[in-house]
């Protein structure tokens, strides 16, 4: 079974920058629209960036101009820079599929938590 690992979280402040890893535990990216979700409690997750298998990018309005997704599929890889990070962007973040949302396992997420 595919597994998502999410890393690269952590404790930053305000208008500092970040960088996601989400990597696969097989080589099946290359097939499947990838996207980055995060969830906050007692939130729904929400999609804030989507990158298709030709490398078409979507974003979420709250981060679009300063987060952006990029993908290695020969390192199973998917990547979240997050730039100009507010406080509103605490919160874990996951990677799975996209269009359709969720056709492999949640994983554990990474926390990124953005001081004032």
């Known amino acids: 079974q595919v597994q998502l690992v999410e890393s690269g979280g952590g404790l930053v402040q305000a208008g500092g920058s970040l960088r996601l890893s989400c990597a696969a535990s097989?080589?099946?990216?290359?097939?499947?629209?990838m996207g980055w979700f995060r969830q906050v409690p007692g939130k729904q997750r929400e999609l804030v960036a989507a990158?298709?298998?030709?490398?078409?990018?979507n974003y979420a309005d709250s981060v679009k101009g300063r987060f952006t997704i990029s993908r290695d599929n020969a390192k199973n890889t998917v990547y979240l820079q997050m730039n100009s990070l507010q406080s509103e962007d605490t919160a874990v973040y996951y990677c799975n599929t996209v269009y359709p949302i969720g056709l492999v396992s949640w994983g554990k997420g990474t926390l990124v938590t953005v001081s004032l």
């Open positions: 990158i298709t298998t030709t490398f078409t990018t």
């Open positions: 097989e080589k099946f990216f290359s097939i499947y629209n």
